[in-house]
């Protein structure tokens, strides 16, 4: 098993680097690698106290910024590593003020592994949420490291819970304890002998509370929000898009819409603005009085997606029609009813949101239509579906707080 899983890293290093000559991702995950160990050497050295938090990518990181930014303030003493094993995390995030170093985490083998232990030289160890890396973690057992995992969920179906999943197991045993999101991941961990485990919840219900708390006043939101309901739909892909604008193109409701695809490259905002058949704006072009006219509000830049939440007061969540929804909670944290297709059940909150009557998904256009005429005809049970939703996101806050008590070094 251990030979096929060092095949698997050469394999995907391999076919990274074949990528990474057309595809810009793969050669930003080639050029980040490039000399990395004598990169992290030649800065970190001589540090003695510093802590190691990873993540996978961008979402991962919003998702653990929580404990980050806590740890930083409970222990000022110690400075802080965080490493990506994604561009779309790195590339983003490489200059973010919260710690004290970002690094692409060097590949899995056993010597980058055992290299990066060596220079960095944690005093303790975060992964968030998962990427159960066997060099890495088993490193980090040998040299006794406590190291922790949050805002994990485990699934029945995982190479942890299968009879030849041996060294996925072994893996585990270097966690010194997990913080999970749900009874099941208790039980199957307790199931193959882990009782180091507790229930925390997910640190992005603490995420999102704060990044309502520092949402930005948008002057053009102010204006274009008055009188009307505004339905927001976030994070749209293609999809989504033709479900909303020929729902903007047919009803005679008087609702206002913004649309903040996934994507804000030029060609797939002119594809967007090109079906729609009302008056609408693009945000980064739009004056005054453009905005007062309008019924469509089209963002064509990135960054402001949740700060627009607090301007709606009905929301829609892209993905759900590809490989899963987004995120449904900066939304239902403004108390907003949420809508978003059927492609939703990897995630725990949305199906909470759906028994609470806070969110409602749908599988075909005569459904969104009917959600959306509903919300807009019936006042009151947009209300109550919006407060189920802030509700919610409330009582599920407390998870930093949770885990920041057990940790100890």
Known sequence: MILFYNLSIFLYSLLVRIASLFNPKARQWVKGRKDILKK???VVKGETNLVWFHSASLGEFEQGRPVIEAFKAKHPDYKIVLTFFSPSGYEIRKNYEGVDYVFYLPADTKRNAKEFIRLVDPKMVFFI?????YHYLTQLRKKDVPTYIFSTIFRSNQMFFKPWGGLYRRILKAFTHFFVQNEESIEL????GFENVSLAGDTRFDRVYSIAK??????QLEDFAQNRPVMIAGSTWPKDEDHIIKYINTSDNNYKYIIAAHEVDENHIKNIVSGIEKPYVRFTTATKAEIDAAEVL?????GVLSSMYRYGDISYIGGGFGRGIHNTLEAACYGMPVIFGPNYHKFKEAKDLIALGGAFTYENYERLNSLLDSYHEDVKLREKSGDSSKNYVDNMRGATDKILRIIKF
Request: hydrophobic share 50%.
């Open 40 to 42: 992290i050497e030649d």
């Open 129 to 133: 949420k998962y990427e159960f890396w």
């Open 189 to 192: 961990l307790k199931g193959i």
């Open 214 to 219: 520092q949402a930005k006043v948008l002057p």
């Open 298 to 302: 089209v963002v064509d830049c990135i």
